[in-house]
């Protein structure tokens, strides 16, 4: 089946009037994200099991296909599909749903957790895909046929992974396992960047005390307004390094500010007052330690925790799954500390080991 290269209004109109009602879609996604702060679609790959095309999000607005995507009645397919819904987020402040991740019904079916597309279509189909440059620019036109034939493969063979996994799932009943780990996947809190949030990206601040911590967070939720205003990425407003230096010096002039290690005159000609009033903000506000150490468990919670670890392990290879699927690392450390937001208390993972392990607890 050769794909079709969409261009024009008519032609997405009709194509979208063509997916309309289909039970599911198989997509992909194309996009930069090197000068801007939201990634920009440049290709939007599709399929169902009569058509594929490469709808070009450049050459026109792509509303009509999107209002057939966000139909929650038409099941969407992806493979390790975060970052497409985050693209997808972007443009319409909300994640098309339902989705079919086929990296996590892989990893539900013994399959590595995170186990490549490639690698699948080849375990799945038995056809090897080709290489292509990872440094591809998505945004230069035309697109060879090169690129164009790798892309709609991206979506060729994901219709045969998809029925085969989904039947699999089936069969073993996991299906429903999938429809919770990809619910969550929809949920718009993953997407939101939060500028007063914005310092949790920060790894630098676990050196400040906390006054400069709390000014490091308002120096952080200044940078992403800023970032997401003027669409650029962060660090070509401030790098990371240079913010810290800022919160650690705490400049209270533009001589001070200009002082500090990698601020370059135009930043502080350009930004320098926002910098400062955002500085004395944090100066301001109760100081706070934002970069807590985790909790480290006492004798006993470790003793649980090795007990914990091991019925993972146990469990998961007598179900065929992978270990860090079924309870990462961080979901066993909530368990024995007692937070109620631990996955392995609810859904199919509290149903399979979840109850169990709520018994090892000490009464």
């Not at 749903?97 to 990893?107: C, L, R």
Request: a neutral charge.
């Amino acid at each position: 089946m050769t794909a079709s290269l969409i261009q024009d209004e008519p032609g997405l109109r009709a194509f979208s009037a063509r997916l309309a009602g289909a039970e599911w879609i198989a997509l992909d996604t194309e996009f930069m994200r090197v000068k801007t702060y939201s990634a920009r679609l440049c290709l939007l790959q599709v399929a169902t099991p009569e058509v594929i095309a490469c709808v070009d999000p450049l050459a026109m607005p792509i509303d009509p296909l999107l209002d057939v995507l966000y139909d929650a009645r038409a099941l969407k397919v992806l493979h390790a599909a975060r970052q497409d819904l985050e693209v997808f987020f972007d443009l319409r402040q909300a994640a098309p749903a339902p989705v079919f991740d086929t990296q996590i019904a892989a990893a539900l079916l013994g399959h590595d957790d995170q186990t490549g597309y490639a690698t699948l279509v080849e375990k799945i189909t038995g056809h090897k895909l080709p290489k292509v440059n990872q440094r591809a620019d998505w945004a230069a036109r035309p697109l060879s046929a090169e690129l164009l034939t790798y892309a709609a493969d991206d979506v060729r063979y994901l219709r045969d992974v998809y029925l085969k996994l989904d039947a699999e799932l089936t069969a073993r009943g996991r299906r429903e396992w999938l429809s919770e780990e990809c619910a969550a996947l929809t949920d718009a809190k993953l997407y939101r960047n939060d500028p007063e949030q914005a310092w949790q990206r920060l790894k630098q601040g676990k050196m400040l005390n906390p006054t400069q911590q709390t000014v490091l967070a308002q120096l952080a939720a200044w940078r992403e307004r800023l970032a997401q205003q003027k669409n650029l990425p962060r660090g070509w407003i401030v790098a990371d390094p240079v913010l810290a230096d800022i919160a650690r010096a705490m400049p209270g002039s533009p001589e001070q500010l200009a002082a500090v290690n990698g601020t370059e005159p135009a930043l502080v000609r350009r930004f320098g007052k926002e910098i400062l009033d955002a500085v004395h903000a944090g100066r301001e506000a109760p100081a706070q330690r934002l970069w807590a150490e985790p909790p480290r468990p006492d004798p006993a919670q470790q003793r649980l925790l090795d007990q914990v670890s091991a019925r993972i392990q146990t469990c998961a290879r007598d179900q065929g799954i992978a270990a860090t699927l079924l309870a990462p690392k961080r979901e066993m450390m909530k368990f024995v500390l007692n937070d109620p937001d631990c996955a392995l208390l609810r859904g199919w993972r509290y149903q399979l080991i979840g109850a169990a392990l709520v018994a090892l607890r000490p009464s």
